[in-house]
Protein backbone atom coordinates (compact mmCIF):
# COMPACT_ATOMS: atom_id res chain seq x y z
CA UNK A 1 0.00 0.00 0.00
CA UNK A 2 1.03 3.45 -0.76
CA UNK A 3 1.67 5.66 2.15
CA UNK A 4 -1.48 8.67 1.12
CA UNK A 5 -3.36 5.11 0.97
CA UNK A 6 -1.93 4.21 4.75
CA UNK A 7 -2.37 7.68 5.61
CA UNK A 8 -6.39 7.71 4.19
CA UNK A 9 -7.40 4.70 6.46
CA UNK A 10 -5.76 5.83 9.53
CA UNK A 11 -8.11 9.27 8.63
CA UNK A 12 -10.82 6.86 8.11
CA UNK A 13 -10.20 4.42 11.43
CA UNK A 14 -9.77 7.54 13.26
CA UNK A 15 -12.64 9.60 11.95
CA UNK A 16 -14.66 6.74 13.08
CA UNK A 17 -13.72 6.04 16.63
CA UNK A 18 -16.03 9.19 17.88
CA UNK A 19 -19.07 7.79 15.77
CA UNK A 20 -18.14 4.19 17.17
CA UNK A 21 -18.23 5.58 20.87
CA UNK A 22 -21.65 7.13 19.97
CA UNK A 23 -23.28 4.47 18.56
CA UNK A 24 -22.05 2.55 21.24
CA UNK A 25 -23.71 4.60 24.05
CA UNK A 26 -26.73 4.93 22.15
CA UNK A 27 -26.51 0.52 21.87
CA UNK A 28 -25.81 0.11 25.99
CA UNK A 29 -29.46 2.44 26.46
CA UNK A 30 -31.20 -0.30 24.64
CA UNK A 31 -29.56 -3.36 25.62
CA UNK A 32 -28.83 -2.31 29.64
CA UNK A 33 -25.13 -1.30 30.18
CA UNK A 34 -22.51 -0.67 29.11
CA UNK A 35 -20.47 -4.21 29.11
CA UNK A 36 -23.27 -5.48 27.14
CA UNK A 37 -23.35 -2.93 24.13
CA UNK A 38 -19.39 -3.74 24.50
CA UNK A 39 -19.96 -7.09 24.04
CA UNK A 40 -22.37 -7.00 21.34
CA UNK A 41 -20.41 -4.31 19.71
CA UNK A 42 -16.94 -6.95 19.90
CA UNK A 43 -19.69 -9.56 18.39
CA UNK A 44 -20.49 -7.87 14.94
CA UNK A 45 -16.93 -7.21 14.59
CA UNK A 46 -15.93 -10.61 15.04
CA UNK A 47 -18.31 -11.70 13.01
CA UNK A 48 -17.77 -9.19 10.19
CA UNK A 49 -13.53 -9.97 10.90
CA UNK A 50 -14.76 -13.95 10.55
CA UNK A 51 -17.00 -13.19 7.06
CA UNK A 52 -13.34 -11.08 5.90
CA UNK A 53 -11.26 -13.93 6.00
CA UNK A 54 -13.76 -16.77 4.98
CA UNK A 55 -14.02 -14.78 1.87
CA UNK A 56 -10.62 -13.40 0.96
CA UNK A 57 -8.07 -15.75 2.84
CA UNK A 58 -8.05 -19.27 1.43
CA UNK A 59 -4.51 -20.34 2.22
CA UNK A 60 -3.81 -21.30 6.13
CA UNK A 61 -0.80 -19.37 7.59
CA UNK A 62 -0.51 -20.21 11.07
CA UNK A 63 2.07 -20.68 13.89
CA UNK A 64 0.40 -20.03 16.72
CA UNK A 65 2.56 -21.77 18.80
CA UNK A 66 5.40 -19.12 18.35
CA UNK A 67 3.48 -15.90 19.37
CA UNK A 68 4.60 -14.45 22.66
CA UNK A 69 2.06 -14.53 25.36
CA UNK A 70 1.28 -11.12 24.92
CA UNK A 71 0.79 -11.70 21.27
CA UNK A 72 -2.47 -12.34 22.78
CA UNK A 73 -4.01 -10.03 24.87
CA UNK A 74 -5.19 -7.43 21.92
CA UNK A 75 -8.81 -8.43 22.19
CA UNK A 76 -8.35 -7.90 26.14
CA UNK A 77 -7.30 -4.47 25.28
CA UNK A 78 -9.62 -4.01 22.83
CA UNK A 79 -12.54 -4.73 25.55
CA UNK A 80 -11.72 -2.46 27.94
CA UNK A 81 -11.11 0.78 25.27
CA UNK A 82 -14.57 -0.14 23.87
CA UNK A 83 -15.93 -0.27 27.08
CA UNK A 84 -14.66 2.68 28.08
CA UNK A 85 -15.69 5.15 24.92
CA UNK A 86 -19.25 3.97 25.55
CA UNK A 87 -18.79 4.94 29.34
CA UNK A 88 -17.09 7.99 29.85
CA UNK A 89 -17.68 10.15 26.54
CA UNK A 90 -20.93 10.80 27.54
CA UNK A 91 -19.68 12.00 30.84
CA UNK A 92 -17.57 14.82 29.65
CA UNK A 93 -17.64 14.86 26.14
CA UNK A 94 -16.63 13.59 23.04
CA UNK A 95 -14.03 16.34 22.30
CA UNK A 96 -12.48 15.41 26.07
CA UNK A 97 -12.51 12.25 26.12
CA UNK A 98 -10.79 12.02 22.66
CA UNK A 99 -8.28 14.49 23.16
CA UNK A 100 -7.47 12.53 26.48
CA UNK A 101 -7.57 9.22 24.76
CA UNK A 102 -5.38 10.63 21.36
CA UNK A 103 -2.58 12.13 23.73
CA UNK A 104 -2.47 8.99 25.65
CA UNK A 105 -1.89 7.19 22.33
CA UNK A 106 1.07 9.81 21.61
CA UNK A 107 2.57 9.70 25.08
CA UNK A 108 2.66 5.98 25.00
CA UNK A 109 3.62 5.12 21.07
CA UNK A 110 6.56 7.81 21.37
CA UNK A 111 7.63 5.53 24.28
CA UNK A 112 7.37 2.83 22.07
CA UNK A 113 9.12 4.46 19.51
CA UNK A 114 11.68 5.20 21.40
CA UNK A 115 12.70 1.56 22.87
CA UNK A 116 11.44 -0.31 20.44
CA UNK A 117 9.08 -2.49 22.15
CA UNK A 118 6.52 -4.78 20.61
CA UNK A 119 8.88 -4.89 17.49
CA UNK A 120 8.68 -1.25 16.47
CA UNK A 121 11.71 -0.20 14.78
CA UNK A 122 13.13 2.65 17.22
CA UNK A 123 12.22 6.43 16.61
CA UNK A 124 14.21 8.70 19.21
CA UNK A 125 12.09 10.99 21.28
CA UNK A 126 13.60 14.02 19.82
CA UNK A 127 12.67 17.23 21.39
CA UNK A 128 10.64 18.42 18.60
CA UNK A 129 8.65 15.03 18.76
CA UNK A 130 8.03 16.03 22.71
CA UNK A 131 7.20 19.31 21.95
CA UNK A 132 4.35 18.00 19.64
CA UNK A 133 3.70 15.78 22.82
CA UNK A 134 3.47 18.76 24.85
CA UNK A 135 1.46 21.07 22.42
CA UNK A 136 -1.30 17.93 22.14
CA UNK A 137 -1.25 17.78 26.01
CA UNK A 138 -2.13 21.82 26.17
CA UNK A 139 -4.74 21.36 23.47
CA UNK A 140 -6.47 18.54 25.82
CA UNK A 141 -5.91 20.98 28.84
CA UNK A 142 -8.15 23.70 26.39
CA UNK A 143 -10.60 21.90 25.28
CA UNK A 144 -11.51 20.06 28.48
CA UNK A 145 -11.57 23.50 30.72
CA UNK A 146 -13.33 25.23 27.94
Do not use: C
Not at 5 to 22: D, E, I, K, R, Y
Not at 80 to 102: D, E, H, N, S
Request: cysteine-free; proline content about 4%.
Amino acid sequence: MTALLLLLFAVVAGAFLPLQAGVNARLAHFVGGPVRASMISFAVGALALFLVVILFYRQGHTNVREAPWWAWVGGLLGAFYVTATVVVPVRIGAAAFFGVLVTAQLVVSVLIDQFGWLNFPKHEASPLRLAGVAMLVGGVLLVRLF
